[in-house]
Every structure is written in C-alpha cells, then in structure tokens.
C-alpha cells in the first residue's frame, strides 16, 4: 500500500492517524517508518515540516538501534533537521542503555498467530526441511527447504525474517561444516543468502541483541570454537 499512488495523496493527518494503529499489519516497525520518509520525500518542500509530528507516531522505541544509527548517518531528511535528529539520537540512547520506556506505545499487534519454526535436523543424515508449528491450532506447515541441507545448525527471528546459521552437512559423500547465514522471508517463501561467518561453526549458539545476530562458539572439526561473531 505505501507504494501506490493513493498512499502518497494522503494528508500528513491522514498519515499519521493510519501510523497510529494498533491493528497496522506490518513486519517490522522500520516499514512503517521508511514509509514515512518516502511520503514526506515524494514532496520534500511541502511535507518538510511535517516530519517531526510523523516521527512521532512511528513507535521509534520498537526499531533497532543498529537501524537509528544508520538512519542517522545516511538520511539527509532526518540530518538536515536538528529537531528529529535530536529526537531519534534521544531514542537510540534509551535503546542502547536500555532504559525502561514506559511511556512508549504498546507494540502492534500481530495479524497472524505466533510460530515457531524448525529447521534442518539429522535423521541418518542431514536434513533440508523447515516447518513452522502454530501453538495456538497445534498445526505444522511444511515451508521452502534449506539450500543446503544442515544439522546442528542455529536459528533466529529478526525484522520478521527467519535466519539459519551454521551448522553441517553431513551426507553419503562426506561431512562439512558450514560458515553460512540464509535468510527465509515468511511473505514470499523464499531463502536468499547472507555474508557468511568468518569460520565454519557447528552446533552453534545463536542470539539476537539490539537487531544484531551473534554467533557463539561452534566447532570446524575436530576445533571447537571459543570466539563470538555478529
């Protein structure tokens, strides 16, 4: 919708009361905002001033510091404004200090029920399938295969994307570790690749801080890892 012509004949009242929604069904807060960003720009002289007020009405304390920051440093609209730059630099603080922010909007609520996801696996050898279960039906799915079938393999959930990280491919032709990060986007069901890891890492810890992803430890043969990567 934030790509056809009607979304940017919207008035900046408009705008912001359809931002303001609960029932909003986006993937991730950043949507919403680069939304914002492309209306106002679609006419910079016009809209200029009402940046500020749209900002607002993005829930800015559900975005990723790492994205502020980039925000910060590359969007000439926000950098040229001292007042949102100030405003965002005050937000990307409280995240990284994780400061309680209880004033800020609840998060928007899912249009979808929650899933958890499972990929890979080892049965005789390793295994390509990903399955997302819905606790609420008690359904599985079977979704798009791995590229590379993985066991020991890690996962994690950022910006809506499901990312798989490591792990080995362990085959009648012989076994190899992987450095590799696919991405899985839920909304069209496909895997595309990421930079991989600087090493290969099986049975590998994965975690998510602030938007990053970090891998933890792993083994490459008969080396286990004590070193962490994001």
């Known amino acids: 919708v934030s790509k056809q012509e ?27 905002f680069h939304a ?12 200029r001033p009402y940046v500020q007020a749209l900002l607002r009405a993005v829930r800015c304390h559900a975005l990723t510091p790492h994205f ?56 005789r050898q390793s295994l390509g399938y990903l399955e997302a ?6 359904s599985w799915v079977r979704l798009a295969d791995l590229q590379v079938p993985r066991s020991g393999l890690g996962g994690c959930v950022v910006g809506g994307l499901f990312y798989a990280v490591g792990g080995r491919n362990n085959s009648p032709d012989g076994n190899t570790d992987s450095a590799a990060i696919d991405c899985y986007n839920p909304m069209t069901n496909r895997w595309s690749p990421c930079a991989p890891m600087s090493v290969p890492r099986n049975r590998i810890g994965v975690g998510v801080i602030d938007g990053m992803i970090y ?14 990567e994001r």
């Open 6 to 32: 009607e979304f940017f004949n919207l008035s900046h009242c408009q705008l912001a009361t359809l931002i303001s929604r609960d029932e909003l069904n986006v993937r991730c807060e950043s949507e919403v």
């Open 68 to 123: 502020l920051q980039m925000q910060l440093q590359k969007c000439e609209l926000l950098r040229s404004d001292a007042r949102c730059k100030d405003y965002l630099a005050q937000i990307f603080q409280d995240l990284t200090l994780h400061k309680p922010t209880p004033q800020v909007q609840p998060g928007r609520a899912p249009k979808v029920g929650q899933l958890i996801y499972t990929a890979g696996g080892y049965y």
């Open 133 to 138: 279960f819905n606790p609420r039906d008690g």
């Open 36 to 47: 914002c960003i492309n209306w106002v720009q679609y006419d910079c002289e016009q809209r």
């Open 215 to 228: 891998a933890v430890g792993g083994s490459h043969g008969c080396v286990h890892h004590s070193s962490v």
